[in-house]
């Protein structure tokens, strides 16, 4: 009975569109849920190969479509989804949700994948047209999914807090509701600087957990919520530097506020640890934060200070992720780590999965 089923399945799917793996049966969509979910998003190119597989349950494939990496990730037991993304403008009409929603299921079939995170970070205003249209199309999507793809996982991308942050008025309970898991950015926390102008931790410990209860205080169960931490860091060239060591940067304004992280630039973990060893300072700690940071010099002597994170940083964050029993935690983005054979980058790579799964 099971290999008559396996036939079907595999008929099934050979129906839509031929089978790219090697093994046939790799084509078949992942439908086992896992206790703890670790959610990696790729950007492209091959650095998945050097993933820890061991660790990752699912992954968001934001890069050309590969599938190569759809049958790896297939043999692994992990499921592959579709990056969504859209103008929110364009889905106030139903008729307009329901096409787009039509597509992305008949692409991720096609394609032999396992759902869809929907990457939405567009300004919207609370009760208006667009925020009514977003909860819909959540909802929507859900259920074309959940019909046309037994088992798919729909995941929604939430603002590190349910404040609207950077303007996001969502309906975060409803979304919430209507999807399998919201992903968390806890990153790009000092998108709206409010305060002094000043370099600070991209995810600061305290901020970043009060923001999770935040979330439950919402009444949204903690099993829907994915933590999301950076392997990257932000490079902040400092207009002056204060006797304490604050690194005044560039007034840069971001949807409504007077200062922003686009002040600095992004900087993958691979690139940072490269530039900690000819830095000025060393790896310094922020205590208060709970976050490391150090300082360099550029090329025509103008002082720079890098903030990031690394596994001090990151382990607790994930110990509190099962503390509180959320759905898992995952990172943008996996790509961004040294992957090459250099013992100590390889060390240095291990660690940083490693401190997914806390201290």
């Not at 993304?85 to 096409?99: A, E, F, P, Y």
Request: with cysteine; aromatic share 10%.
């Amino acid at each position: 009975m099971l290999l008559v089923l396996l036939v079907l399945s595999l008929v099934a799917v050979r129906g839509s569109s031929r089978c790219p793996c090697v093994r046939p049966e790799l084509c078949r969509h992942i439908q086992e849920e896992r206790d703890f979910e670790v959610f990696v998003f790729d950007v492209g190119g091959k650095a998945w190969k050097s993933y820890n597989w061991s660790m990752v349950t699912t992954l968001a494939m934001f890069g050309p479509y590969d599938a190569e990496l759809m049958c790896h990730a297939h043999s692994k037991g992990a499921r592959v989804v579709l990056k969504g993304d859209v103008h929110l403008s364009s889905i106030v009409d139903k008729s307009n949700r329901t096409t787009w929603i039509t597509d992305q299921v008949n692409l991720a079939k096609r394609q032999f994948m396992d759902g869809i995170n929907i990457d939405i970070e567009q300004a919207v205003d609370e009760g208006s047209p667009e925020y009514y249209a977003l909860t819909n199309l959540v909802k929507e999507t859900t259920a074309a999914f959940h019909k046309e793809i037994p088992g798919s996982q729909v995941s929604f991308d939430v603002a590190w807090s349910p404040k609207c942050i950077d303007k996001r008025c969502y309906d975060y309970v409803t979304i919430a509701e209507s999807c399998d898991l919201l992903f968390v950015m806890s990153y790009d926390e000092q998108s709206q600087i409010t305060g002094d102008c000043i370099g600070m931790a991209n995810a600061p410990l305290l901020q970043t957990l009060e923001a999770y209860q935040e979330y439950i205080d919402l009444k949204i169960d903690a099993k829907k919520l994915v933590m999301g931490v950076p392997w990257y860091g932000y490079d902040y060239p400092c207009v002056n530097l204060s006797q304490k060591g604050a690194c005044y940067i560039e007034k840069v304004p971001f949807r409504g506020a007077p200062c922003s992280d686009a002040a600095g630039r992004q900087k993958p973990y691979e690139w940072i640890m490269k530039q900690l060893n000819s830095s000025m300072s060393g790896r310094l700690w922020d205590d208060e934060q709970k976050a490391p940071y150090f300082y360099y010099k550029d090329q025509n002597g103008q002082i720079h200070q890098v903030w990031y994170d690394d596994p001090q940083s990151i382990c607790p964050k994930a110990d509190h992720a099962k503390a509180k029993g959320l759905r898992g935690i995952g990172m943008w983005n996996g790509n961004i780590l040294d992957y090459s054979h250099d013992p100590v980058a390889m060390q240095q790579t291990a660690m940083m999965w490693n401190a997914l799964l806390g201290c």
